[in-house]
């Protein structure tokens, strides 16, 4: 690649204003392209013509068949979902909701890229063109009707491929649901297999509700009490305290070279302790002082930036209180010092934002508060902390995060051990008040179960949930539930206590030999319910949108090429930056392949690095012009019976106008300079 192509790409951020301003290029090009050049067609614009022109071409698409694919796609999804061996009646329901989906997906979509694709070409070719244009309407009209045409067959396949998927959906879960009632006759089903029956048969297998997940997810040793008392048990639980720092005296401060008895930059450690029933005590013979080991973890908490290791410990201590100060590990129950090194202090500079990660012994509780972890500068050697100058902590409005042991599938809760029963707590905050049956909302569950004793119990695992209004400080009785592996439980809480919409969920194991995994998703409140016909057609008419979107992409690129070609380009402007995306190409990918495949060629590894980076802003910038078909994508969503909310309507609304519409003029614009008659 040439230095000229390279820096040329190389500046192609001048051009993000563009993308910054969605509506400011749209709106010109409509303006310019139909309201200024086609000023004259728009004065002599009849909707009525328009539609008979998407008449003709919605009766031609019936000529040429396109509504047989259809059969062929229903005969296809009866025999792939009969042939599939599903564990239960909902996973067979989503099995079904996924293929009808689909294919109904595909169809629609194909035919609208093929029928947009190669209908003006093929009229082109047949001149049935030069019948339309001798007659008194404008290319304006010839270009919106055709779209509209267009839009028409979509609508007709979805319609048909949505009563057959409405149809068959039913047909499959009154099946199912009439196997469900004979299980439930049986006298050996335990509390889990019974109660997960129920709710589909109370509620049906065809499902649309509306969800709502916990902000956060936290776990402490104990409930805290107010606003104090955020309690980690060492070994099975950590903390992670969150600090943002701003560029000052930091580093400055933190100089190796300074004299004796100048200011320093350290970090205060001010962290209570209790020993657990059983454990070593700091006043016994034989034991050792409990320690925690640090780390300081960048914002997003999956990279060390400075480990234990890294950090001079220095550390004052009262009588009896403190003992045994070791590298990489802050002394408890008094005021415990390490100072920060130069380069430590310019480093957590230049993150601005990070944690210090607080790791305890197995045998002792820690409180964590908002103050057990500071930044002040001042005489190291000071005996009297207290008169050091704090320069940063906890931001005000966040707090410590406490969590479980983690694991792939989420934070470990262990049961009660030694007298502690850890808590996990999912808070909501700002909830719409749910919609409440017989005094009851409703809430589903999913976790993973890991039994950590060495006995073979098949006791079921038993977990108690309660809730706590955070406004009234009120807490509900127990609610036992029974969940199984890696399958959703569903149970309820009192709606009484969820009305302020600010409460938390607590989760307490109370099995001492089993430990379960939870994570931000595990707990979903159900907020409302819809009919799932309704749901459905939600999902529909964003598939038509799309389908509309692709009819506009593919009439404009066949207004200037043959339509093989015309259909090439079409599904490269409509997947491209979906596929961009989700490749994940960013700034860095250039060193790393010059790296990989130049580790000794130092000229070579250069000119390749800089070349990979301006080819990657450049393939940045060309999609970031192109449609984003992500909002587009709901099947999923309509598959696990979540609802399609107003906002995933707006969002594909949005994209078809701000890239349907000025495609649809740049259509229009050449169109009319294109030479289709003699």
């Known amino acids: 690649m040439s230095p000229a192509m390279i820096n040329l790409l190389s500046q192609a951020e001048a051009s993000e204003p563009a993308v910054q301003y969605p509506w400011i290029i749209p709106a010109a090009i409509v303006l310019l392209g139909v309201f200024v050049y086609g000023f004259r067609d728009v004065l002599r614009f009849s909707f009525?013509?328009?539609?008979?022109?998407?008449?003709?071409?919605?009766?031609?698409?019936?000529?040429?068949?396109?509504?047989?694919?259809?059969?062929?796609?229903?005969?296809?999804?009866?025999?792939?979902?009969?042939?599939?061996?599903?564990?239960?009646?909902?996973?067979?329901?989503?099995?079904?909701?996924?293929?009808?989906?689909?294919?109904?997906?595909?169809?629609?979509?194909?035919?609208?890229?093929?029928?947009?694709?190669?209908?003006?070409?093929?009229?082109?070719?047949?001149?049935?063109?030069?019948?339309?244009?001798?007659?008194?309407?404008?290319?304006?009209?010839?270009?919106?009707?055709?779209?509209?045409?267009?839009?028409?067959?979509?609508?007709?396949?979805?319609?048909?491929?949505?009563?057959?998927?409405?149809?068959?959906?039913?047909?499959?879960?009154?099946?199912?649901?009439?196997?469900?009632?004979?299980?439930?006759?049986?006298?050996?089903?335990?509390?889990?297999?019974?109660?997960?029956?129920?709710?589909?048969?109370?509620?049906?297998?065809?499902?649309?509700?509306?969800?709502?997940?916990?902000?956060?997810?936290?776990?402490?040793?104990?409930?805290?009490?107010?606003?104090?008392?955020?309690?980690?048990?060492?070994?099975?639980?950590d903390s992670m305290i969150p600090f943002r720092v701003e560029p000052g005296n930091l580093a400055q401060a933190a100089n190796p070279a300074a004299a004796a008895g100048a200011e320093k930059a350290y970090f205060i450690f001010n962290i209570p302790y209790e020993a657990l029933p059983g454990g070593e005590r700091p006043g016994d013979a034989a034991a050792t002082a409990p320690e925690v080991q640090i780390q300081i973890i960048d914002s997003r908490s999956d990279r060390v930036l400075v480990s234990g290791e890294q950090l001079a410990m220095k550390g004052t201590q009262k009588p009896d209180e403190l003992q045994n100060i070791r590298p990489a590990s802050a002394a408890l129950n008094g005021f415990a010092r390490i100072e920060i090194p130069r380069a430590v202090g310019q480093q957590l500079e230049q993150a601005g934002s990070f944690y210090v990660q607080l790791m305890g012994q197995p045998n002792y509780l820690y409180r964590v508060e908002k103050d057990a972890v500071q930044i002040a500068v001042g005489n190291l050697d000071d005996p009297d902390p207290a008169k050091a100058q704090i320069i940063g902590g906890v931001p005000p409005a966040n707090e410590p995060i406490i969590r479980g042991g983690l694991s792939n599938t989420g934070q470990q809760l262990r049961g009660p051990e030694r007298g502690v029963e850890p808590v996990a707590i999912y808070s909501f905050k700002n909830t719409p008040i749910p919609q409440s049956i017989n005094g009851q909302v409703p809430f589903e569950l999913k976790i993973v179960i890991d039994r950590t004793d060495d006995s073979e119990s098949d006791d079921p695992t038993l977990l108690a949930m309660q809730v706590k209004d955070l406004k009234s400080q009120k807490i509900s009785p127990q609610t036992l539930v029974y969940p199984e592996n890696r399958r959703t439980t569903f149970f309820s809480l009192p709606a009484e206590y969820l009305q302020s919409g600010e409460f938390e969920i607590l989760v307490r194991n109370r099995n001492s030999g089993q430990t379960i995994s939870l994570n931000e998703s595990?707990?979903?409140?159900?907020?409302?319910?819809?009919?799932?016909?309704?749901?459905?057609?939600?999902?529909?008419?964003?598939?038509?949108?799309?389908?509309?979107?692709?009819?506009?992409?593919?009439?404009?690129?066949?207004?200037?090429?043959?339509?093989?070609?015309?259909?090439?380009?079409?599904?490269?402007?409509?997947?491209?930056?979906?596929?961009?995306?989700?490749?994940?190409?960013?700034?860095?990918?250039?060193?790393?392949?010059?790296?990989?495949y130049f580790p000794t060629n130092t000229a070579a590894a250069t000119v390749v690095n800089q070349s990979v980076e301006a080819l990657t802003r450049g393939l940045t910038l060309v999609t970031a012009v192109l449609p984003d078909i992500g909002p587009f994508g709901v099947t999923e969503q309509i598959e696990r019976g979540g609802t399609i909310s107003i906002q995933q309507v707006r969002e594909p609304l949005k994209i078809l106008l701000v890239f349907g519409l000025p495609v649809t003029a740049l259509a229009y614009v050449l169109l009319r300079n294109k030479e289709v008659a003699p």
């Not at 049986?186 to 902000?215: K, M, V």
């Not at 319910?529 to 964003?542: V, Y």
């Not at 949108?545 to 090429?561: D, E, G, Q």
């Open 48 to 237: 009525g013509r328009v539609w008979a022109i998407g008449g003709v071409c919605f009766r031609d698409a019936i000529r040429r068949k396109v509504l047989w694919i259809t059969p062929l796609a229903m005969v296809g999804v009866v025999i792939v979902s009969q042939l599939q061996k599903p564990i239960d009646g909902p996973d067979a329901i989503r099995q079904t909701i996924k293929f009808c989906f689909f294919a109904t997906a595909i169809v629609v979509t194909v035919i609208a890229l093929i029928t947009a694709a190669t209908n003006l070409p093929r009229e082109i070719e047949n001149r049935v063109i030069f019948t339309i244009v001798t007659k008194p309407v404008t290319r304006l009209e010839i270009t919106l009707g055709k779209i509209i045409g267009f839009s028409r067959v979509s609508a007709a396949m979805l319609i048909i491929m949505g009563l057959f998927t409405v149809g068959y959906l039913h047909l499959r879960s009154w099946s199912w649901e009439r196997s469900i009632a004979l299980e439930l006759e049986s006298p050996s089903l335990n509390a889990s297999d019974r109660g997960w029956l129920e709710h589909f048969h109370e509620q049906g297998l065809l499902q649309a509700r509306t969800i709502t997940r916990a902000g956060r997810l936290m776990q402490y040793a104990k409930l805290p009490e107010g606003n104090t008392g955020r309690w980690m048990q060492g070994g099975s639980q």
């Open 522 to 596: 595990a707990l979903l409140l159900i907020a409302d319910r819809q009919p799932f016909a309704w749901n459905l057609f939600k999902g529909l008419f964003i598939l038509w949108l799309f389908s509309l979107l692709v009819a506009i992409v593919a009439f404009f690129c066949s207004t200037f090429l043959s339509w093989p070609i015309a259909v090439v380009l079409s599904i490269l402007i409509v997947l491209g930056k979906w596929t961009v995306l989700n490749l994940d190409i960013g700034t860095g990918i250039g060193a790393q392949f010059a790296q990989e």
